[in-house]
């Protein structure tokens, strides 16, 4: 197999080409064949490995519920019958729960970031922890692993898959099945399908996968929007969300739907910024203006600096220090910059002003005014364990 990466000429921190070991992908099989309640949590590895199939057929083949990273999201579809959503801060309340109730827990091209475990010292205790990754240094150092594979993930997948046997674990399934139904009761019906009121983040993230039958790039900035992105996108094809995860950085969503149309040029890219982010690097719209590029830009105006907004709610009384905002008029901008604009406040208004933009020839800024305080649950509050989830 060639790698690209082999042709750089700076040096990597770690060996970019570490040789897999049999020995070593054969005690993880074993371990597999022999779980009662497995798990995994893939992360972007998968993708930058190219080893999506290769790990649906493990997926499929041993029957075992997978979760994603915020990063892996899209690797495999998201209406797979495996797939049982997100993990970390803000992810699904069964696999963030359930992380704590599997026997073996299988991870892939993830490093088990703060996000994701919450308290360590309470996190899959019960579990065996087979880790997959291409970076050693990964290995042990938040989460000690029983079976550390290393190896390009496309390559021991492949090999694991030689020796993994056809299971059943609709039982153990079902545990995550019922969890997903408190959630959804608990909190997807207000957020997803209000009748009533001022429209919500999740409805235009979900309209716009509908619209685009989940085919579109989705790229998102950082705050209380992202999350929603992630937790109410679909999607039907890999490498389609582009989130900043680790650094979490404002004013990534912009440049980075660029660099995805430059990179994708006939797929929709839809960003999803805040009124905060996009304030931070809105004059990439110059960029988007010089090169006529077709960007579609939403933003998702709420009035606040929202996820420290809801921070501010949940732990420290409401203090909504420095985080309500003004913003400029986007209208005035966009069109200082000759982009097409249109604001929605009525729900009435969204789809159609959603598919307005899909269809326009150009790029776009869609501001949306959402609700102002609205939090994004579940939370597993910094520093809780994953059992500690809140769904209020
Ligand atoms: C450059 C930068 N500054 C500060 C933060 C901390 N931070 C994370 S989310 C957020 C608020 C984002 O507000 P907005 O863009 O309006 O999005 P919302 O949460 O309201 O959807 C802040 C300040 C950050 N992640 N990056
Ligand atoms: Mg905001």
């Not at 040029?265 to 004059?283: A, H, L, R, Y």
């Not at 220090?321 to 604009?341: C, H, L, Q, R, V």
Request: aromatic share 8%; hydrophobic share 40%; charged share 25%.
């Amino acid at each position: 197999m060639e790698y690209s990466y082999n042709k750089c000429s700076y040096v990597k921190s770690y060996i970019a080409l570490p040789e897999p070991k049999l020995n070593v992908i054969q005690q993880a099989a074993e371990l597999i064949n022999n779980a009662k309640k497995p798990m995994i949590i893939f992360g972007q590895g998968v993708i930058l490995s190219g080893a999506e199939q290769e790990l649906k057929q493990l997926i499929e083949k041993a029957d075992i519920p997978a979760a994603n990273t915020l990063l892996g999201i899209s690797a495999i579809e998201t209406d797979h019958p495996n797939a049982v959503g997100m993990v970390g801060m803000h992810g699904n309340y069964a696999p963030n729960f359930l992380t704590n109730s599997c026997d073996v827990l299988i991870a892939i091209g993830m490093r088990f970031d703060d996000r994701i475990t919450g308290d360590l010292s309470q996190y899959a205790k019960q579990a065996q922890i087979i880790h997959f990754d291409i970076d050693k240094s990964e290995f042990h150092k938040n989460v000690k692993a029983n079976i550390a594979v290393l190896g390009d993930a496309k390559e021991t997948l492949t090999t694991t898959l030689t020796l993994i046997e056809k299971n059943d674990h609709t039982a153990w399934k079902q545990e995550f099945a019922d969890l997903e139904a408190v959630e959804k009761k608990e909190i997807w019906d207000e957020v997803l399908s209000p009748t009533e009121g001022d429209i919500t983040m999740a409805e235009v993230v979900r309209r716009v996968s509908e619209i685009t039958n989940n085919e579109a790039i989705v790229v998102t900035d950082v705050g209380q929007h992202q999350m929603f992105a992630c937790r109410y996108s679909k999607f039907k094809n890999t490498k389609s969300f582009i989130s900043s995860g680790g650094l979490g950085t404002m004013g990534f969503g912009l440049p980075a739907a660029i660099g995805a149309k430059l990179g994708a040029p006939e797929k929709d890219v839809v960003c999803f910024s805040g009124d905060g982010g996009f304030q931070m690097t809105m004059q990439e719209l110059g960029t988007i203006m010089e090169y006529g590029i077709n960007v579609k830009a939403i933003i998702l105006n709420n009035g606040f600096l929202g996820m420290v907004r809801q921070w501010q709610d949940l732990f420290f009384d409401k203090r909504y220090a420095s985080t309500p905002m003004m913003s400029p008029d986007f209208g005035k901008i966009s069109s200082a910059y000759d982009i097409e604009y249109k604001k929605v406040t009525e729900r009435d208004n969204l789809v159609s002003s959603l598919k307005e933009m899909l269809s326009h020839d150009g790029s776009f800024v869609l501001e949306v005014k959402v609700k102002e305080e609205l939090n994004v649950f579940p939370m597993i509050p910094g520093g809780a364990a994953v059992t500690d989830v809140r769904l209020k």
